[in-house]
């Protein structure tokens, strides 16, 4: 992620509010699958370490019911080609309408991160709404998309970030896919213990407003902060694609944002808490637009 250009906004028309069930969604294991995904160690793009997450998240994804397809595509680095992968799991409904949660995997290269919250976290809510959901009833079609790339090669540049991302919303509007995408929601860092989610303004207005609405009913509000600022990650190639995209991130993670991108991205700086808020929401939110 990084501060960006001006992105062009998109409107969403704000979805009246619904009842809302009982969340489902578990604090504890997703920070108990962020646990298993740091083990896998320091995994950029192209690594062994990264290969072998990536067969654990399929694994899982299919043990709760998803249909997992691989999206996969040379990038053209700055240190030359490299095999990327992002993981696309599918739950099927009506085939008319789709809503999509994603999340990066990867892992900045560099010497001992391995990237608990940055890379870690989203890949773990990810891995926990992969077991939630299949429990729920649904209208459209739900994806979870972990993608790869996300990190910059080297510096951060507008061909050096956010590889796997720029890649399939390429492939999703050629193929159509991205004609039936009502909204996405992308997650990043949320797992810090001192959770502050950024008021992220490239986002699309509507659906921030449901998703911040949201959280204030359910009693998290003062998570969601306000006040902020443009930030690149995610789900800026399918805002320019013409899609309702929204990027919930925490970047201020540590004194000063001290830990990020730093062998101090470790596991005891995330809660159960945190995962649990955001979980929470984005569940509640996507029983929303599924109606």
Aim: hydrophobic share 45%.
């Amino acid at each position: 992620m990084h501060w960006p250009k001006a992105v062009a906004r998109i409107s969403l028309a704000l979805i009246a509010a619904l009842p809302l069930a009982a969340a489902q969604f578990s604090g504890a294991s997703a920070l108990e699958y962020a646990r298993k995904v740091t083990a896998f160690g320091v995994r950029p793009s192209g690594s062994p370490a990264l290969q072998k997450l990536r067969a654990y998240i399929e694994s899982q994804a299919r043990a709760h019911g998803w249909q997992v397809s691989e999206d996969t595509f040379t990038a053209d680095t700055p240190d030359g080609p490299v095999t990327m992968k992002n993981i696309i799991a599918r739950l099927p409904g009506d085939g008319k309408r789709a809503i999509v949660f994603t999340g990066h995997y990867d892992t900045k290269k560099l010497a001992g991160f391995v990237g608990a919250n940055d890379g870690g976290s989203s890949a773990a809510f990810l891995l926990e709404m992969a077991r939630v959901l299949p429990g729920e009833t649904r209208l459209h079609d739900v994806y979870l998309v972990w993608f790869d790339g996300e990190e910059a090669v080297r510096q951060w540049t507008d061909t050096d970030s956010l590889y796997g991302s720029r890649h399939l919303a390429a492939k999703w509007t050629a193929d159509g896919t991205l004609g039936r995408v009502r909204a996405l929601i992308n997650v990043d860092m949320i797992g810090d213990k001192d959770l502050e989610i950024v008021e992220e303004t490239a986002s699309d207005a509507d659906l921030r407003a449901l998703v911040w609405r949201t959280a204030e009913s359910l009693g998290y509000g003062k998570y969601f902060g306000s006040g902020g600022g443009e930030i690149e990650d995610d789900h800026i190639p399918f805002l320019k694609a013409g899609i309702a995209a929204l990027d919930l991130i925490d970047f201020d993670y540590g004194p000063g944002n001290s830990y990020w991108h730093t062998p101090a991205d470790t596991m005891d700086k995330l809660g159960a808490h945190s995962f649990e808020v955001v979980g929470n929401v984005l569940m509640a939110v996507w029983r929303r637009l599924d109606q």
